[in-house]
């Protein structure tokens, strides 16, 4: 039981929160309420949009709430920016623009964490294949190709996997970049080739170049 000055004596809980309590069971069975109130909303049409709860406990996201939403998280960093953090990492990072030794080092901790899970490195590199045009490309068909591959670059026969430590190791994605049309699974030096000769032609002259200069055929 808590007993406030001014009230009577009441259980500690959502209502011992209603009333100011802020314990640790009190702002517990909040957050549990707040919980079961947005998963009650979600999915629903919000009465408004373009508002934080429309966005937040409604769950909707069409561009008119998420355009809101990112207008509403511009101010605040612009608000915050160029003021120091109360905790450096993750959050003085991303809200408070800090970019001390700590705050980048949570980044990339956070980032190295979430590229560990299967479903979000899929996601990222999908993400990628479409920045550069490449659309109807998915995870699934990358794996497939490299398969059929057998796990080498369709140029020079180096092995190449999905993850390296080395950026050569990694296979890549050679495309046409004027239809999108995806060729075959490439090394890092390989696919740098290609898309640096651009056309067969020049690749042609740069062999009889380099076959020239040498005075053998190079492997």
């Not at 550069?132 to 998915?138: K, S």
């Not at 046409?176 to 002259?205: D, F, Q």
């Amino acid at each position: 039981m808590a007993v406030f000055p001014g009230t009577t004596t009441v259980t500690h809980g959502q209502h011992g929160y209603n009333q100011g309590c802020r314990c640790d069971v009190c702002k517990t069975a909040k957050r549990k309420a707040d919980r079961r109130r947005k998963a009650r909303l979600k999915g629903t049409e919000p009465p408004s949009h373009g508002t934080s709860q429309s966005y937040s406990v409604y769950g909707c996201r069409c561009e008119v709430c998420v355009n809101a939403r990112r207008d509403r998280r511009r101010k605040y960093e612009a608000k915050l920016a160029g003021t120091g953090p109360p905790e450096h990492g993750l959050v003085g990072y991303r809200v408070y623009k800090c970019r001390c030794e700590v705050c980048v080092g949570a980044r990339r901790a956070n980032d190295k964490k979430r590229m560990a899970r299967p479903e979000v490195y899929a996601k990222e590199k999908e993400r990628c294949w479409r920045k550069y045009g490449i659309l109807n490309f998915t995870y699934e068909d990358y794996l497939q190709m490299l398969e059929d591959q057998g796990g080498k670059c369709a140029i020079c026969g180096c092995g190449i996997k999905l993850k390296g430590k080395k950026k050569s190791d990694v296979a890549q994605v050679d495309h046409n970049h004027e239809t999108g049309e995806v060729r075959a699974l490439l090394c890092h030096n390989c696919n740098k080739m290609i898309g640096c000769g651009g056309k067969p032609s020049i690749l042609r002259i740069g062999a009889e170049y380099l076959e020239k200069h040498s005075g053998r055929e190079l492997n």
